[in-house]
C-alpha cells in the first residue's frame, strides 16, 4: 500500500508541476514555434514510473485548462505519454532518454497545428520548428534537469525500483 501511495503522490506532483510550467511559460508553449519548458518533465520516467502518468495527466490538465482544442488535448497528450514511455523503456542509456518525447512531438505536434489550428505552415517546416523547441525543453534542459535530480536520486526516489 505505501508504494501504490508514493506512486500516486508522485504522479499527482509531477501532473501539477507540468501545470504550473505550461501556466508560467504560456507565451512560448503553444504554436508552431514553441519551447514548451514543461516537457523537461518527460525525462522522470528515468527516475520512476510515476512520471509516466504524471506527465500525460499534467499535458491533458495543462491543454484543458489553457483552452486548447479538443485535438490537441487528445493527441497532444498522447504524443507525451509515448514520449514518456520511451523514456522509461530507454531509462538505462541516460543520453537517450529524451529521444522519445522529442520524436513523438516533432511528429505529431505539427499534425495537430495542421487540424486543430489551421496553420497552412508546411507539415515539414512546422515539423523543423516544434523539433527545435522539444530539442530545447527534452534534450538540454530536460538532460539538465536529469543530471541536477540524478545528484539526489536516493532521498526524491528512493522508495522505487
Known amino acids: 500500500m505505501k508504494n501504490k501511495t508514493l506512486f500516486i503522490t508522485q504522479a ?3 501532473a501539477a508541476i507540468y501545470v504550473v510550467l505550461v501556466y508560467v511559460f504560456k507565451p512560448i ?5 514553441q ?4 516537457e523537461a518533465l ?4 528515468y ?12 499535458c491533458l490538465l495543462a491543454n484543458l ?10 493527441f497532444g497528450s498522447l504524443a507525451t505519454l509515448i ?8 531509462r538505462k542509456h541516460k543520453f537517450l532518454v529524451p529521444i522519445p518525447p522529442i520524436l513523438a512531438n516533432t511528429i505529431i505536434v505539427p499534425w ?32 539538465l534537469l536529469l543530471f541536477v535530480l540524478n545528484n539526489y536520486r536516493n532521498i526524491i526516489f528512493k522508495y522505487n525500483t
Open 112 to 143: 495537430i497545428l495542421r487540424y486543430a489550428y489551421a496553420f497552412v505552415l508546411p507539415i515539414p517546416f512546422m515539423m523543423l520548428t516544434v523539433g527545435i523547441g522539444e530539442v530545447i525543453s527534452c534534450g538540454l534542459l530536460g538532460l
Open 29 to 33: 508553449s503553444f504554436s508552431y514555434v
Open 35 to 38: 519551447v514548451r519548458i514543461a
Open 47 to 58: 527516475f520512476t514510473p510515476a512520471a509516466i502518468p504524471g506527465v500525460t495527466i499534467g
Open 65 to 74: 485548462l489553457t483552452g486548447a482544442d479538443m485535438l490537441d488535448i487528445i
Open 42 to 45: 518527460t525525462i522522470l520516467p
Open 12 to 14: 499527482a506532483l509531477i
Open 83 to 90: 514520449g514518456a514511455i520511451g523514456s522509461y523503456v530507454l
